[in-house]
T-cell receptor
Framework: AQSVAQPEDQVNVAEGNPLTVKCTYS??????LFWYVQYPNRGLQFLLK??????LVKGSYGFEAEFNKSQTSFHLKKPSALVSDSALYFCAVRGYGQNFVFGPGTRLSVLP | SQTIHQWPATLVQPVGSPLSLECTVE??????LYWYRQAAGRGLQLLFYSVGIGQISSEVPQNLSASRPQDRQFILSSKKLLLSDSGFYLC????????????FGQGTRLTVV
C-alpha cells in the first residue's frame, strides 16, 4: 500500500533563511512524487513533481525538491524563504494505478 | 486553456437535507476525476475517482455518492446529510495527455447544521 509521511506538523523559519519541508514515502515500484501548496480556503496548487531523471527537480515560486531513492524521501526546499510562502504544504505519491496518496500536511510559517 | 470549475464555494445545509456539488473541467477530454474531503484544514481523504463516464470507484464507505453523467462533469451527492459530512470538498482532475500531476478546483466549504 502507498503511504506518505510528513514528520513535521509545523515548520517555522525566518524570512530570508533557507527552508526544508520533509517528506518520506512508501510505494511499490517507481513512484511519482508531488508537492502541493494550499492557502486558506483555497484548493491545492501544484508546485513540482518527480517522475524520472534528475533527482533535483525545480518548480514554481523558487521551490525545488530532492528525490532520494535510498532514503525514500522527497524533501521540499527553498534557498530563501518569503513571508508569502507561509501556507500548508502537502507531499503526495502516486504509484501503480490512478490514485494519489497525500501526506497529512506541514504548516509553514515564515516570520518577518 | 484547461480549467476546472467547482461550485458552490460555500454551502450551509441542515442535517437530513440533500446535497449536490458539481465539478466540471474545460479544455480537455477523458480526464481522470477525483473527489477529496479535507477535514480541519489538514489531510485529504480520497472519496471517489472516475476514469470515464459512468465509471465510479469509491474509496471509503460513507453517506455520499458520486456520478459522472458526462465526460467532463463529476457530481458529489448525498440523500441525507449528517453533521459529520461537514468539511472542505475538493474536486481534482488529471489530464490524460500527461497522466501525472492532478489539478484542483477551489473547493467547497460545506457546513452541516
Amino acid at each position: 500500500a502507498q503511504s506518505v509521511a510528513q514528520p513535521e506538523d509545523q515548520v517555522n523559519v525566518a524570512e530570508g533563511n533557507p527552508l526544508t519541508v520533509k517528506c518520506t514515502y512508501s510505494v511499490s515500484g517507481n513512484p511519482y512524487l508531488f508537492w502541493y501548496v494550499q492557502y486558506p480556503n483555497r484548493g491545492l496548487q501544484f508546485l513540482l513533481k518527480y517522475i524520472t531523471g534528475d533527482n533535483l527537480v525545480k518548480g514554481s515560486y523558487g521551490f525545488e525538491a530532492e528525490f532520494n531513492k535510498s532514503q525514500t524521501s522527497f524533501h521540499l526546499k527553498k534557498p530563501s524563504a518569503l513571508v508569502s510562502d507561509s501556507a500548508l504544504y502537502f507531499c503526495a505519491v502516486r504509484g501503480y494505478g490512478q490514485n494519489f496518496v497525500f501526506g497529512p500536511g506541514t504548516r509553514l510559517s515564515v516570520l518577518p | 486553456s484547461q480549467t476546472i470549475h467547482q461550485w458552490p464555494a460555500t454551502l450551509v445545509q441542515p442535517v437530513g437535507s440533500p446535497l449536490s456539488l458539481e465539478c466540471t473541467v474545460e479544455g480537455t477530454s477523458n480526464p481522470n476525476l477525483y473527489w477529496y474531503r479535507q477535514a480541519a484544514g489538514r489531510g485529504l481523504q480520497l472519496l471517489f475517482y472516475s476514469v470515464g463516464i459512468g465509471q465510479i470507484s469509491s474509496e471509503v464507505p460513507q453517506n455520499l455518492s458520486a456520478s459522472r453523467p458526462q465526460d467532463r462533469q463529476f457530481i458529489l451527492s448525498s440523500k441525507k446529510l449528517l453533521l459529520s459530512d461537514s468539511g472542505f470538498y475538493l474536486c481534482a482532475w488529471i489530464p490524460l495527455v500527461t497522466n501525472t500531476e492532478a489539478f484542483f478546483g477551489q473547493g467547497t466549504r460545506l457546513t452541516v447544521v
